[in-house]
């Protein structure tokens, strides 16, 4: 089998977030993990592709399969040490464009990221530079708005496959 990083970019999309099938990607950081990194504020985050999701996935594709190429749907779950357990949400879809796996937010204002697959569980997901964000909750909405990307350390995540109900 060749390597997710291998492969094209939208065969890549495919197998990460496979069509029409819910999956889960997360990251919970341990106190260990947080102490070495003062710096950043993400405490857990989860990218989340479950039925409601898929349903809405499923009404939009056909209109926008042919002109765009295909868009794969998700929510982000996160949460900030400051905050406790409180979760931010945030949802958006990824496609190839020039390439490259982007990731937008739906929001307004909700800025995107980039989508790097590392291996068949394991993903990237953020950009390196300063300026790049992505705003769950809040918004244009209203409301409390967070970055994913507030603190110095939060700019790229690894986040691994795990069962979807990890997820909620």
């Avoid at 094209?8 to 260990?32: G, N």
């Avoid at 040490?81 to 990824?94: A, E, H, L, Y």
């Avoid at 909405?141 to 994913?148: F, P």
Wanted: hydrophobic share 35%.
């Amino acid at each position: 089998a060749v390597p997710a990083a291998a492969q094209a970019p939208e065969a890549a999309l495919d197998q990460a977030l496979p069509k029409l099938e819910p999956v889960c990607y997360a990251r919970f950081y341990d106190a260990a993990h947080l102490r070495a990194h003062p710096r950043q504020k993400v405490s857990s985050i989860r990218l989340v592709r479950d039925f409601p999701t898929i349903r809405l996935e499923r009404g939009l594709e056909a209109q926008r399969e042919a002109s765009e190429g295909r868009s794969a749907y998700f929510r982000l779950i996160v949460t900030y040490r400051d905050r406790g357990s409180r979760r931010f949400v945030g949802s958006g879809s990824c496609r190839v464009v020039e390439g490259v796996v982007r990731c937008s937010s739906d929001s307004c204002d909700g800025g995107g990221f980039r989508l790097r697959i590392e291996d068949r569980d394991t993903l990237l997901i953020g950009d390196a530079s300063e300026g790049a964000w992505f705003t769950t909750s809040g918004g244009c909405a209203g409301g409390e708005g967070r970055s994913l990307n507030e603190g110095a350390d939060d700019r790229v995540f690894r986040l691994t496959r795990m069962p979807v109900a990890r997820c909620r």
